[in-house]
C-alpha cells in the first residue's frame, strides 16, 4: 500500500474517531423519545430482563406497530431459534478473538529497530560506509514486509468485525418480529424468549464495537510505522544513490597528506568497537525478525547431510569392504569431508539465494565457507598452493573487518593501501604457480586471477587518491569474487558426487536410478550446474559492488515496458516466460521418457515394457499442457492460439503433411499399441528391438548395434512384423541332408533324440520332422522346434545342429557334400601351350588329344 493511500486512512481515522466515541456516548432512540412513546422492540436499552419485559408489554398495546396472530406463532419460534444460535456464534467468534497478540507483541520489536536504525543514520559522518547504509536499507526492507503484512491481517480482521456489524443491525430491520401471539400462554413465554435474545443482541453489539476501537487503535499504529519506515527507505534510496552519483569523488584526506586535511582524524579501535556492537545489535534484531528463515537453511543443512551419510552407509553394506572403498574414493570430497561439504553445500546457497542479509551475517557465512574449503584444500592443494591460500583468508579477515568500519581512519586507509599491494603479489604467485604445477585446476582459473589481480590494482589506485569508501568495495570485491569463484567451483564437485553416490547406492535396486548411465548424466549436470553457477557468480559479483538492484530494477523495467506491433501489445518478459516453459514442459517431457523407458542396455530384453503407450501419451500431454500454460502464464491471449493453429494449418498444406503424418502416426500408436517398447520387430529389410516410442518417430535397437530411427508414418503405412506381440516363442526351422542310402527311420530318431529333455526348447509343441525331398546328392529332411525366447533361437539351433552332427557320424551317416562331373569338349590351343612347361610336351599333349 502507498504512503498517499495509508495517509488518508489514517486522516480520515482522526476524524472518524472522535465522533464515533461522541455517538457511542450519547443516549440510544429509546431514551431520547419521551416518556410516554412506547420505545421499539430492538431499541430497549435496559439490561435487566424485567424493565425489558415491562417495556415489551407496553409495546404490545400499540397496536399500530404489533400485531396480534395465532398463524405466527411457529414463525416467530423459528426466528427466535435462528436469531439466537447467531448470536451464540457471534458471541463466541468475539470472546475467542482475534489474532492479533502476535502484531500487539511485534511493535516493540519494530520501535527497537526503528531506534536503532536512526542512531545509524545519525552517526553517518562525511565518509558513510556503503555496507552500512545498505545494512539499514535491509533492514527496513524486512520491517517494511512485516508492517505490510500485519497491515494486510488487520484489515481482514476489521473486515470480519464490520460483517458482524452487519449481520447484528440486520436483526432490527426484521419486520416479521412485530407480532405476537394472542394467546396469553404463548404470550408469556415468548416474551421471556424475546427478552433473552434482546439481552444478547446488546451484549454482542458491545463486544463488536469494542474490538472495532481496539482493532482501530491497533491499525493506527501499524500504519504510523509503516508511513515512518517508508520514509525512512527512501532516505537511504536517496543515500544510496548519492553514494552511487560520487563513489569516484575524493572522500578523504590524501594518504601522504595526514595533517593538512580539514577532517579530524578518528582513533582506529575506538571506532571498531563501536561498528561491531552496532553489527551485533543489527544482527540480533535481524535474527530476531527472521529467524524461521535459519531454521530452514539449518533443516536443508541437515538433510543433505542425512542423505550423503546415509548413501555412504548403504554402499558400504551392498559391497565388500575393498570393493565399497574403491567406489566412495571417487567421491573424494563427501566421502572424506561430509560435514565440511555439508557446509559448503548451505552457506553458498543462503549466500546465493538470499540477498537481503545484514552484512555481518553475510560475513559470518562467508567465513564459515573459508573455514570448510580450509578442511577441504589441506589434504587436496599442494603444500605451495595451500600456503598462498592461507594468506587469501588473511586479505578475506583483513577486508571483512573494513566492512564493517562505520567511519574511515588513517588507519583504515593505509590498511586498504597495504591490502591492495598484497592482493596484486599474491596474485601473481597464482599466476606462476597455476603455469607451472600439475594440478588439475577449473578451467577458468586463469582469468579469475587476472579479474582479481586487476581490481586489485584498481582499488589500489583509488586508495592513493583518498577514494576510500570506493576503494574498500573494490578491494573487497577483488577477494570476494575470487574466493566464490572457487567456492562454487567446488559446489558443482560436491553436487556431482552426491548424484554419484546416490546412484552407487542403489544400484541393486528396482528404480529407475539402477538403470541410470552415469557418465551421461553426469555430462548433462555438469554443463547444467557450470551455467547455474556463473550466474550465481555473476549476481554475487554485482552484489558486492552494490550495482545489483540498479542493474535488476533496469532490466526489470526493460523486460516490464510494453511494446506494439501492429495491433498487439507484448513485453519482452512475457516472451521470456513463454520460451521458458516451452523448455520447461520439453525437459520434462525428455526426462520422463529417459526415468520410465527402457534404459537397459540389452537388445533383447527378458520382458518387455508396458508402459510405451502410456509414456508417449504423457509426453503429449505434458507438452500439449505446456503449450496452453505457456501462453497462460505470458499473458498472451488465448484467442490469438487461433491464430497460431491457423497458421499450422497453412503450413500443413504446404510442406508439414510429412512432419503432422508422423505427429498424428505417433498418437495412433499410442492407442492402437501395435508394439510396444521391448518388442522385437522386422520393418522391411530391418530387424531389432523397439527402444522408444517418440512423438515424432521411434527408435529400434539393431541387432549389429547400431539405432535406427523410424517415422511414425512408416511404423504405420508398411508392413510390420511384431515377434513379441503376445509372446517371445518362436519356431526355429532347418533343412538337413544325409547320403543316400542311409536309414531313413533311423536318421528321424536321431534328429528327435536332439530335442529331449534338452532345457530351452518347449515340448509343446512338440519337434517335427519331416523328410522335405529328394535332391541332386542328399535325402533332405525338414525339422521346426519351438523356442520360449526368441532371443535364444541361434544358440538352440548351434546346439542341436552340433548334437545332430556327433550323432550322425557315430551312426556311420554321412552328410553328403556337392559332387559335379566336368566333361571338356575341346580346349585352345594357345592355353594349353600357356599352362604347360614346354612347348615339346604341349605339342604331344594336342596330338593326344
Same mark, same amino acid.
Given at each position: 500500500?502507498?504512503?498517499?493511500?495509508?495517509?488518508?486512512?489514517?486522516?480520515?481515522?482522526?476524524?472518524?474517531?472522535?465522533?464515533?466515541?461522541?455517538?457511542?456516548?450519547?443516549?440510544?432512540?429509546?431514551?431520547? +423519545?419521551?416518556?410516554?412513546?412506547?420505545?421499539?422492540?430492538?431499541?430497549?436499552?435496559?439490561?435487566?430482563?424485567?424493565?425489558?419485559?415491562?417495556?415489551?408489554?407496553?409495546?404490545?398495546?400499540?397496536?399500530?406497530?404489533?400485531?396480534?396472530?395465532?398463524?405466527?406463532?411457529?414463525?416467530?419460534?423459528?426466528?427466535?431459534?435462528?436469531?439466537?444460535?447467531?448470536?451464540?456464534?457471534?458471541?463466541?467468534?468475539?470472546?475467542?478473538?482475534?489474532?492479533?497478540?502476535?502484531?500487539?507483541?511485534?511493535?516493540?520489536?519494530?520501535?527497537?529497530?526503528?531506534?536503532?536504525?536512526?542512531?545509524?543514520?545519525?552517526?553517518?559522518?562525511?565518509?558513510?560506509?556503503?555496507?552500512?547504509?545498505?545494512?539499514?536499507?535491509?533492514?527496513?526492507?524486512?520491517?517494511?514486509?512485516?508492517?505490510?503484512?500485519?497491515?494486510? $491481517?488487520?484489515?481482514?480482521?476489521?473486515?470480519?468485525?464490520?460483517?458482524?456489524?452487519?449481520?447484528?443491525?440486520?436483526?432490527?430491520?426484521?419486520?416479521?418480529?412485530?407480532?405476537?401471539?394472542?394467546?396469553?400462554?404463548?404470550?408469556?413465554?415468548?416474551?421471556?424468549?424475546?427478552?433473552?435474545?434482546?439481552?444478547?443482541?446488546?451484549?454482542?453489539?458491545?463486544?463488536?464495537?469494542?474490538?472495532?476501537?481496539?482493532?482501530?487503535?491497533?491499525?493506527?499504529?501499524?500504519?504510523?510505522?509503516?508511513?515512518?519506515?517508508?520514509?525512512?527507505?527512501?532516505?537511504?534510496?536517496?543515500?544510496?544513490?548519492?553514494?552511487?552519483?560520487?563513489?569516484?569523488?575524493?572522500?578523504?584526506?590524501?594518504?601522504?597528506?595526514?595533517?593538512?586535511?580539514?577532517?579530524?582524524?578518528?582513533?582506529?579501535?575506538?571506532?571498531?568497537?563501536?561498528?561491531?556492537?552496532?553489527?551485533?545489535?543489527?544482527?540480533?534484531?535481524?535474527?530476531?525478525?527472521?529467524?524461521?528463515?535459519?531454521?530452514?537453511?539449518?533443516?536443508?543443512?541437515?538433510?543433505?547431510?542425512?542423505?550423503?551419510? $546415509?548413501?555412504?552407509?548403504?554402499?558400504?553394506?551392498?559391497?565388500?569392504?575393498?570393493?565399497?572403498?574403491?567406489?566412495?574414493?571417487?567421491?573424494?570430497?563427501?566421502?572424506?569431508?561430509?560435514?565440511?561439504?555439508?557446509?559448503?553445500?548451505?552457506?553458498?546457497?543462503?549466500?546465493?539465494?538470499?540477498?537481503?542479509?545484514?552484512?555481518?551475517?553475510?560475513?559470518?557465512?562467508?567465513?564459515?565457507?573459508?573455514?570448510?574449503?580450509?578442511?577441504?584444500?589441506?589434504?587436496?592443494?599442494?603444500?605451495?598452493?595451500?600456503?598462498?591460500?592461507?594468506?587469501?583468508?588473511?586479505?578475506?579477515?583483513?577486508?571483512?573487518?573494513?566492512?564493517?568500519?562505520?567511519?574511515?581512519?588513517?588507519?583504515?586507509?593505509?590498511?586498504?593501501?597495504?591490502?591492495?599491494?598484497?592482493?596484486?603479489?599474491?596474485?601473481?604467485?597464482?599466476?606462476?604457480?597455476?603455469?607451472?604445477?600439475?594440478?588439475?585446476?577449473?578451467?577458468?582459473?586463469?582469468?579469475?586471477?587476472?579479474?582479481?589481480?586487476?581490481?586489485?590494482?584498481?582499488?589500489?589506485?583509488?586508495?592513493?587518491?583518498?577514494?576510500?569508501?570506493?576503494?574498500?568495495?573494490?578491494?573487497?570485491?577483488?577477494?570476494?569474487?575470487?574466493?566464490?569463484?572457487?567456492?562454487?567451483?567446488?559446489?558443482?564437485?560436491?553436487?556431482?558426487?552426491?548424484?554419484?553416490?546416490?546412484?552407487?547406492?542403489?544400484?541393486?535396486?528396482?528404480?529407475?536410478?539402477?538403470?541410470?548411465?552415469?557418465?551421461?548424466?553426469?555430462?548433462?549436470?555438469?554443463?547444467?550446474?557450470?551455467?547455474?553457477?556463473?550466474?550465481?557468480?555473476?549476481?554475487?559479483?554485482?552484489?558486492?559492488?552494490?550495482?545489483?538492484?540498479?542493474?535488476?530494477?533496469?532490466?526489470?523495467?526493460?523486460?516490464?515496458?510494453?511494446?506494439?506491433?501492429?495491433?498487439?501489445?507484448?513485453?519482452?518478459?512475457?516472451?521470456?516466460?513463454?520460451?521458458?516453459?516451452?523448455?520447461?514442459?520439453?525437459?520434462?517431457?525428455?526426462?520422463?521418457?529417459?526415468?520410465?523407458?527402457?534404459?537397459?542396455?540389452?537388445?533383447?530384453?527378458?520382458?518387455?515394457?508396458?508402459?510405451?503407450?502410456?509414456?508417449?501419451?504423457?509426453?503429449?500431454?505434458?507438452?500439449?499442457?505446456?503449450?496452453?500454460?505457456?501462453?497462460?502464464?505470458?499473458?498472451?491471449?488465448?484467442?490469438?492460439?487461433?491464430?497460431?493453429?491457423?497458421?499450422?494449418?497453412?503450413?500443413?498444406?504446404?510442406?508439414?503433411?510429412?512432419?503432422?503424418?508422423?505427429?498424428?502416426?505417433?498418437?495412433?500408436?499410442?492407442?492402437?499399441?501395435?508394439?510396444?517398447?521391448?518388442?522385437?520387430?522386422?520393418?522391411?529389410?530391418?530387424?531389432?528391438?523397439?527402444?522408444?516410442?517418440?512423438?515424432?518417430?521411434?527408435?529400434?535397437?539393431?541387432?549389429?548395434?547400431?539405432?535406427?530411427?523410424?517415422?511414425?508414418?512408416?511404423?504405420?503405412?508398411?508392413?510390420?512384423?511384431?515377434?513379441?506381440?503376445?509372446?517371445?516363442?518362436?519356431?526355429?526351422?532347418?533343412?538337413?541332408?544325409?547320403?543316400?542310402?542311409?536309414?531313413?527311420?533311423?536318421?528321424?530318431?536321431?534328429?528327435?533324440?536332439?530335442?529331449?529333455?534338452?532345457?530351452?526348447?518347449?515340448?509343446?509343441?512338440?519337434?517335427?520332422?519331416?523328410?522335405?525331398?529328394?535332391?541332386?546328392?542328399?535325402?533332405?529332411?525338414?525339422?521346426?522346434?519351438?523356442?520360449?525366447?526368441?532371443?535364444?533361437?541361434?544358440?538352440?539351433?548351434?546346439?542341436?545342429?552340433?548334437?545332430?552332427?556327433?550323432?550322425?557320424?557315430?551312426?556311420?551317416?554321412?552328410?553328403?557334400?556337392?559332387?559335379?562331373?566336368?566333361?571338356?569338349?575341346?580346349?585352345?590351343?594357345?592355353?594349353? +601351350?600357356?599352362?604347360?612347361?614346354?612347348?615339346?610336351?604341349?605339342?604331344?599333349?594336342?596330338?593326344?588329344?
Amino acid at each position: 500500500m502507498s504512503i498517499q493511500v495509508i495517509l488518508r486512512y489514517q486522516r480520515l481515522w482522526y476524524f472518524l474517531l472522535p465522533l464515533y466515541l461522541i455517538l457511542a456516548s450519547l443516549p440510544s432512540d429509546a431514551q431520547r +423519545r419521551k416518556s410516554n412513546v412506547v420505545p421499539d422492540t430492538l431499541h430497549l436499552v435496559a439490561v435487566d430482563s424485567a424493565t425489558i419485559s415491562k417495556n415489551i408489554t407496553n409495546l404490545a398495546k400499540d397496536t399500530s406497530k404489533v400485531k396480534k396472530s395465532d398463524t405466527s406463532v411457529a414463525i416467530l419460534i423459528i426466528r427466535i431459534e435462528g436469531y439466537t444460535m447467531l448470536l451464540n456464534r457471534l458471541m463466541t467468534s468475539l470472546k475467542r478473538g482475534f489474532d492479533s497478540s502476535r502484531i500487539s507483541e511485534g511493535v516493540p520489536l519494530v520501535d527497537t529497530s526503528l531506534e536503532l536504525i536512526k542512531y545509524n543514520i545519525a552517526g553517518l559522518g562525511r565518509t558513510p560506509n556503503i555496507n552500512d547504509i545498505y545494512t539499514n536499507k535491509v533492514m527496513l526492507e524486512q520491517l517494511e514486509r512485516k508492517l505490510s503484512s500485519w497491515q494486510s $491481517n488487520l484489515f481482514s480482521y476489521y473486515d470480519q468485525l464490520v460483517n458482524i456489524d452487519d449481520t447484528i443491525h440486520s436483526l432490527r430491520r426484521d419486520t416479521s418480529m412485530h407480532s405476537i401471539p394472542a394467546e396469553d400462554e404463548l404470550y408469556g413465554s415468548y416474551v421471556g424468549q424475546l427478552t433473552r435474545l434482546i439481552i444478547k443482541y446488546r451484549a454482542v453489539d458491545s463486544a463488536n464495537r469494542a474490538s472495532l476501537i481496539k482493532m482501530g487503535l491497533l491499525q493506527n499504529k501499524v500504519a504510523n510505522r509503516y508511513i515512518e519506515v517508508s520514509n525512512l527507505l527512501e532516505d537511504m534510496d536517496y543515500r544510496l544513490d548519492q553514494f552511487s552519483a560520487h563513489m569516484f569523488y575524493r572522500d578523504y584526506r590524501y594518504i601522504w597528506r595526514p595533517h593538512r586535511d580539514s577532517i579530524n582524524p578518528l582513533e582506529f579501535i575506538p571506532v571498531v568497537k563501536n561498528s561491531l556492537h552496532k553489527s551485533a545489535r543489527v544482527l540480533a534484531i535481524f535474527f530476531s525478525i527472521q529467524w524461521p528463515v535459519f531454521i530452514i537453511w539449518l533443516l536443508v543443512a541437515a538433510v543433505f547431510a542425512w542423505w550423503v551419510l $546415509n548413501n555412504i552407509r548403504r554402499i558400504r553394506q551392498n559391497h565388500p569392504a575393498e570393493e565399497g572403498e574403491a567406489i566412495l574414493q571417487h567421491a573424494r570430497y563427501l566421502y572424506r569431508f561430509p560435514i565440511a561439504c555439508t557446509v559448503v553445500y548451505i552457506t553458498t546457497l543462503s549466500s546465493v539465494l538470499s540477498v537481503r542479509y545484514p552484512i555481518l551475517f553475510t560475513e559470518i557465512n562467508w567465513a564459515l565457507t573459508m573455514i570448510a574449503l580450509t578442511f577441504i584444500f589441506r589434504s587436496h592443494l599442494p603444500k605451495t598452493l595451500f600456503r598462498k591460500w592461507l594468506l587469501l583468508m588473511a586479505l578475506f579477515s583483513v577486508y571483512c573487518l573494513n566492512n564493517l568500519l562505520i567511519e574511515a581512519t588513517y588507519v583504515e586507509q593505509w590498511g586498504l593501501l597495504i591490502c591492495a599491494v598484497l592482493a596484486i603479489i599474491l596474485g601473481y604467485k597464482f599466476l606462476q604457480e597455476t603455469a607451472l604445477t600439475t594440478f588439475a585446476q577449473p578451467k577458468y582459473t586463469r582469468p579469475v586471477i587476472k579479474l582479481f589481480i586487476g581490481t586489485s590494482a584498481l582499488s589500489l589506485l583509488l586508495v592513493i587518491l583518498a577514494r576510500v569508501g570506493t576503494a574498500k568495495i573494490i578491494g573487497s570485491s577483488a577477494v570476494v569474487n575470487t574466493v566464490m569463484a572457487l567456492n562454487l567451483f567446488v559446489l558443482i564437485k560436491i553436487l556431482l558426487e552426491a548424484v554419484y553416490l546416490q546412484v552407487e547406492a542403489n544400484k541393486n535396486s528396482s528404480t529407475f536410478i539402477s538403470f541410470m548411465d552415469y557418465q551421461d548424466v553426469q555430462r548433462k549436470l555438469k554443463t547444467f550446474l557450470t551455467v547455474m553457477a556463473t550466474i550465481a557468480w555473476l549476481v554475487i559479483v554485482l552484489r558486492n559492488l552494490y550495482v545489483y538492484d540498479a542493474i535488476y530494477e533496469v532490466i526489470s523495467d526493460f523486460l516490464s515496458t510494453s511494446h506494439h506491433i501492429g495491433n498487439s501489445d507484448f513485453t519482452f518478459s512475457s516472451v521470456i516466460i513463454f520460451l521458458l516453459v516451452i523448455w520447461v514442459s520439453f525437459a520434462a517431457s525428455q526426462l520422463i521418457a529417459y526415468m520410465f523407458g527402457s534404459t537397459g542396455q540389452s537388445t533383447a530384453p527378458a520382458t518387455k515394457s508396458k508402459l510405451g503407450s502410456v509414456l508417449l501419451l504423457l509426453r503429449l500431454a505434458v507438452l500439449g499442457g505446456g503449450v496452453l500454460l505457456a501462453f497462460a502464464a505470458s499473458g498472451i491471449p488465448m484467442d490469438k492460439l487461433t491464430i497460431v493453429i491457423g497458421a499450422l494449418g497453412v503450413g500443413i498444406g504446404f510442406g508439414l503433411q510429412n512432419v503432422v503424418n508422423n505427429l498424428v502416426s505417433g498418437v495412433i500408436l499410442a492407442f492402437e499399441k501395435p508394439i510396444e517398447v521391448g518388442d522385437v520387430i522386422e520393418l522391411g529389410t530391418r530387424s531389432g528391438v523397439v527402444k522408444e516410442i517418440g512423438i515424432r518417430s521411434s527408435k529400434i535397437s539393431a541387432y549389429d548395434g547400431s539405432v535406427v530411427v523410424v517415422p511414425n508414418g512408416d511404423l504405420i503405412s508398411q508392413q510390420l512384423v511384431n515377434w513379441t506381440m503376445t509372446n517371445r516363442t518362436r519356431r526355429v526351422n532347418f533343412t538337413l541332408g544325409v547320403a543316400y542310402g542311409s536309414d531313413i527311420q533311423q536318421v528321424t530318431d536321431i534328429i528327435k533324440s536332439a530335442f529331449t529333455n534338452h532345457e530351452g526348447i518347449l515340448s509343446v509343441p512338440e519337434p517335427i520332422v519331416q523328410l522335405y525331398r529328394f535332391g541332386d546328392n542328399s535325402v533332405d529332411f525338414q525339422v521346426y522346434f519351438w523356442i520360449p525366447d526368441l532371443g535364444t533361437a541361434g544358440t538352440k539351433q548351434s546346439e542341436v545342429l552340433t548334437y545332430i552332427y556327433a550323432e550322425l557320424n557315430k551312426a556311420g551317416i554321412d552328410l553328403p557334400y556337392p559332387q559335379r562331373d566336368l566333361h571338356i569338349k575341346s580346349v585352345d590351343a594357345d592355353i594349353l +601351350r600357356n599352362m604347360k612347361p614346354d612347348n615339346r610336351s604341349g605339342e604331344e599333349e594336342e596330338k593326344k588329344l
